[in-house]
């Protein structure tokens, strides 16, 4: 199943099912793809918008790279699932021998590599989202300022989630030193997501 091509009805209702898979690294996935969208919507309502002719060119650079962040989160959404299902067919593998259970192992382990591996690069692609937002907030229109601050709401939602999701797979990862660096990376991602959206916001008429 190409969770990219059900109608938004389909997928909530598939997310709401109880198969594990998609579950909240897509969630967190859609939720970048959905804050790139308004950040290509609220450049493209500023594009050829009187009083804003100084930063045309800007606001061409932001719609185009913002599409390409939304395609890119979009297959994320496929991805994040597939590595959950990639680590339950490892967990099928059989278990009789001892060169079975090696075998098995070292698959789950990819496996679960792979699964911190994913949400990680949509929560690290995410945080270009801020940079986005921050611009569109001092920059494009002001009546779609709120889109831009939601923008930036929803990536830190989006990198929040992905952290999360990363973390539950890395509890099982029984290598130590891959552990400690992605927990790292994990831990400074959060905290500038966190610190980015709250300086946005107090940029928003709104906040």
């Known amino acids: 199943m190409l969770l990219d091509k059900l109608s938004l009805t389909e997928f909530c209702d598939e997310l ?17 793809a959905l804050a790139a969208s308004l950040g290509s919507m609220v450049a493209e309502l500023t594009i050829q918008k009187k009083g804003y002719e100084g930063v045309q060119d800007q606001m ?7 599409k390409l962040l939304q395609e890119r989160f979009i297959r994320a959404i496929d991805e994040d699932a597939q590595s959950f299902n990639d680590f339950l067919a490892a967990s099928r593998l059989p278990k ?10 070292k698959r789950m382990q990819e496996a679960l590599q792979h699964a911190c591996e994913v949400p990680y690069g ?16 001092n920059k494009a229109n002001r009546n779609a300022s709120s889109d831009a601050a ?7 939602a989006a990198v929040l989630a992905a952290v999360l999701n990363a973390r539950i797979n890395l509890a099982s990862v029984k290598d130590p030193l891959y552990v400690q660096e992605m927990e790292k ?18 940029k928003s008429s709104l906040s």
């Open 185 to 202: 990376k994990l831990n400074y991602l959060e905290a500038q997501a966190n610190v980015l959206e709250s300086e946005i916001l107090k």
């Open 150 to 156: 939601v923008c930036a709401i929803e990536a830190r």
């Open 16 to 32: 709401a099912s109880k198969s594990p898979a998609p579950g909240g690294g897509s969630v967190a996935a859609l939720s970048a």
């Open 96 to 105: 009789i021998s001892n060169e079975d259970k090696q075998i098995r192992f």
């Open 60 to 66: 061409l650079s932001i719609a185009k790279q913002s």
């Open 122 to 137: 949509v929560a690290q692609d995410a945080m270009t989202l801020f940079a986005i937002a921050n611009e569109l907030i």
